[in-house]
């Protein structure tokens, strides 16, 4: 299968065309999204899949920047004291770990790379399968703003402190909520778009 880029398509991008040219980007003009924009990328979440018809996600929006900054200020901060242990679950590509804490202590330096907006999927507790249905939905917002032009990244490493209590009492979430999913969407800077291949698919059996 011939594989796309933005680039080299002169028509409407189709479903594998998206699900081959979305890739995480971490670098954004840091303009805001449009609250229609915000909408239409809901809807597309909420199209997909759930199990028992559960709907079991929660969406909360964040594009107050001050919000953003206090929120990426916990996360650095936390962050910082265990990365000795964790530094590879975000530490950018070939980012040695000195560099990683510099990055982490550097005022300006944001988890959220200046996106503009955050959406966080979070889960009703007690749902079958609510974690699955909302990665499901996270996957579905996520190409929806690859069709539309946008970058969009998961920002896991910030999951923790959008799961803890304070974020829920901020955000008016019921207490057994469980942040699962938070994406940043944005407008991509030019070559915003970092190459990320994958291995062939790894069929260990087909009978
Ligand atoms: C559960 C999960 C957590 C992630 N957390 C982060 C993160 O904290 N920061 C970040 O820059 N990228 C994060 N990513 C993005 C991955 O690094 C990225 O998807 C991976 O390198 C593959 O690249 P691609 O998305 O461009 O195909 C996360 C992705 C997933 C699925």
């Not at 971490?26 to 915000?38: F, L, P, Q």
């Not at 199209?47 to 916990?74: C, G």
């Not at 330096?109 to 249905?133: C, E, H, K, Q, W």
């Not at 996957?139 to 069709?147: F, T, Y």
Request: proline fraction near 5%.
């Amino acid at each position: 299968m011939q594989k796309h880029t933005h680039d080299t398509l002169d028509r409407p991008l189709s479903a594998l065309d998206v699900i081959f040219t979305r890739r995480s980007v971490r670098s954004y003009t840091g303009e805001k999204i449009d609250a229609e924009t915000v909408r239409a990328l809901l809807d597309a979440a909420v199209q997909a899949p759930t199990a028992m018809r559960a709907e079991p996600w929660m969406f909360v929006v964040i594009q107050d920047e001050n919000v953003l900054k206090h929120y990426s200020d916990l996360t650095k901060a936390s962050w910082l004291t265990q990365v000795s242990n964790h530094a590879e679950l975000h530490r950018p590509h070939g980012l040695d770990a000195r560099l990683f804490r510099d990055r982490l202590r550097d005022p300006a330096y944001s988890v959220f790379y200046n996106a503009g907006t955050l959406v966080v999927i979070y889960a009703r507790g007690s749902a079958p399968f609510a974690t699955a249905d909302c990665w499901l939905a996270a996957q579905n917002l996520m190409l929806a703003a690859c069709a539309l032009g946008l970058g969009t990244c998961v920002i896991g490493s910030a999951t923790a402190t959008l799961d803890s209590m304070e974020a829920k009492v901020e955000f008016g979430l019921p207490a057994d909520a469980v942040a699962v999913a938070p994406i940043v969407v944005g407008i991509p800077d030019r070559n915003a778009v970092e190459p990320s291949e994958r291995h062939e698919p790894r069929v260990v059996c087909w009978k």
